[in-house]
């Protein structure tokens, strides 16, 4: 049996490329906060890993309910039937790293981090 990919090719293409990222998550309260797409970090086994400065109420909010959304995109990429840009929508449930080969990975490459924000990928939509 086959695991099916849940980043697509457009997706990995989309991440390449600089765009603004957007990350919301509720639980305390309802937050959004971002960063840029050559900030994230896909893994083989296609998590998501993101440099975490402040996030402090993201954290606050990941802390009482896990489940957030991303969205990104970029205009160098086109999207359907040859839209001038596309973007895609992340649903996904989060945590912290402190510490591990991942966070030294990270920190090595993002030195101004505090904690590395691991988004695990239940589905990731194409929205243009």
């Not at 390449?16 to 639980?27: D, H, M, Q, R, Y």
């Not at 305390?28 to 402040?54: C, K, M, Q």
């Not at 402090?56 to 970029?74: F, M, P």
Request: charge should be neutral; glycine fraction near 8%.
């Amino acid at each position: 049996m086959t695991d099916k990919k849940k980043l697509s090719d457009k997706f990995l293409e989309v991440v390449k490329c600089e765009g603004v990222v957007s990350i919301t998550s509720w639980g305390v309260e309802t937050h959004v906060v971002n960063t840029w797409n050559s900030f994230l970090v896909i893994t083989e086994d296609e998590r998501i890993l993101i440099p975490a400065y402040g996030f402090r109420k993201t954290e606050k909010n990941v802390n009482v309910n896990n489940n957030i959304l991303l969205t990104l995109g970029t205009r160098e990429v086109s999207g359907y039937k040859d839209y001038p840009g596309t973007g895609f929508l992340v649903k996904g449930t989060a945590r912290y790293l402190s510490s591990g080969e991942e966070y030294d990975m990270m920190k090595e490459k993002f030195s101004f981090l505090t904690r590395v924000f691991e988004v695990t990928v239940s589905k990731a939509t194409q929205m243009l």
